[in-house]
């Protein structure tokens, strides 16, 4: 199994700055995908970007493109997400989100990963 903890959420000001941490433990070698996604009480669950794990490849959701830059350091299992510009829109909780399976039809859909972090809060306030 693979589990995942999410952190560095927090309260920022409107154009401020967060960078979002998530630990990968367990069978962290069966990982092929990471992800963020983000969620807003009575909404669907968003996608925000995707990498493929030990790779380069990185996708992002057109909210996210130009102010959000996901990265991963593969040696110490971390995934992360620097967020620069940030809005009150972007006010969610974050999930860390993990696949195994190598085909993954639909990047940025929270139907494609199944295994998921508890969440941190990301507040912005105008």
């Known amino acids: 199994s693979v589990e995942l903890v999410e952190s560095g959420g927090g309260s920022v000001q409107t154009g401020g700055s967060l960078r979002l941490s998530c630990q990968a433990s367990?069978?962290?070698?069966?990982?092929?995908?990471m992800a963020w996604f983000r969620h807003v009480p009575g909404k669907e669950r968003e996608g925000v970007a995707m990498?493929?794990?030990?790779?380069?490849?990185?996708h992002y959701a057109g909210h996210a493109e130009g102010r959000f830059t996901i990265s991963q350091d593969k040696a110490k299992n971390q995934l992360y997400l620097q967020m620069t510009n940030l809005q009150p829109s972007d006010t969610a909780m974050y999930y860390c989100?993990?696949?195994?399976?190598?085909?993954?039809?639909?990047?940025?859909?929270?139907?494609?990963?199944?295994?998921w972090g508890q969440g941190t809060q990301v507040t912005v306030s105008s």
């Open positions: 989100a993990a696949r195994t399976e190598q085909y993954l039809p639909f990047p940025l859909s929270y139907t494609q990963y199944a295994n």
């Open positions: 990498a493929r794990s030990g790779h380069t490849y990185t």
């Open positions: 367990g069978d962290t070698h069966l990982i092929k995908w």
